[in-house]
């Protein structure tokens, strides 16, 4: 797959080698800010860097009080600048926000910073609500093949450009930027397999269409200049710590922001409550067994099993991690959990 060079995966005899990556939304506790979050998230990604883990992707998301990524393209050249070797990107650019000349200026600009680092996964949600969404692209006119179409531009702007070509990416053209789609959905993984881009599952928030939609794609699956075959990255919520009550608690925060946002009053990343799950309602614990299916939350070795049976059930070449832990430090050491349980580079 073009990407660059990578670190080891996960090297358990007991399953085929996956990679593990890392999703960051630069989560904003309680009592802290924006900056704090990001100063954060570069120290998270220079830790996933020496851990082996392959990519450290952020998310474009707007009007999020506990959210500090919504910049996307300028935290990745913030959190670039803090590495060295581990791949930085998008996971992912909401392409209907943006001008897909906009999006290649500004990844051709990251990419000549970092070359051979960068990659930009793609997607079509607004990554907000109705009203925010309007303020940022002033219109909310839906066109079913608007989104395949800025793929497809966007796609040549980091071409070389052709003889006639009035328009070019500058930074951009000719750097062939790596694109993937993201999705929860087969509208996604059609597009991803016609168009022979790796494809990426939001499995960690909406998974109900995971499996027919890791079945499309490959079954549909056409080579491009880009990929020869089938990449498949799958999301997944890891809370390790070292015991399993320890780990719950943890997991607490990001449960009490998943129903602040589901009854829509997003808000900061509240701090942990023990026994949170026996505070709620029958509906309040179905949403949130329905949301986070696709989770492991506990021990070293109950998380390494977690992620390994994940890992097998998809048959993913990638999975990547993600878990809002209220405290920096405990977020830390949940990623060197797993990557001591899965990664050659701490093994």
Known sequence: ????????GIVSDSMTMAELSILDLSPIPEGSDAAAALRNSVDLARHAERWGYRRY???????????????????I??????TSTIRVGAGGIMLPNHAPLVIAEQFGTLATLYPGRIDLALGRAPGTDQQTAHALRRTLAEDVNAFPRDVVELQQYFRNPGENQRV???????LEVPLWIL??????????????????????????????????????FTPSAQLAKPHVMVGFNVFAAETEEEAR??????QQALLCLRRGMPSKLPPPVQDFEASLSSLDLELLDQAQACSVVGTPGMVRDGIEAFARK?????????GHIYDHRARLRSYELVAEQLLAAVA
């Open 1 to 8: 797959m073009t990407g660059g060079a990578g670190h080891p």
């Open 168 to 174: 070019c990416a500058v930074p951009g053209a000719g």
């Open 57 to 75: 992707w952020v998310a474009e998301h707007h009007n999020m009080p506990g959210i500090a990524s919504a910049a996307t393209s300028i935290v």
């Open 314 to 322: 998809t048959g993913a070449d990638e999975v990547i991690l993600t």
């Open 183 to 220: 999705g929860s959905s087969l509208f996604g993984a059609q597009l991803a397999a016609a168009m022979g881009l790796p494809y990426g599952f939001a499995s960690h928030f909406a998974p109900a269409a995971l499996m027919p939609a890791i079945e499309t794609y490959r079954s549909q």
């Open 249 to 254: 608690v943890l997991r607490s925060s990001a």
């Open 77 to 82: 050249g913030h959190i670039a600048a803090g």
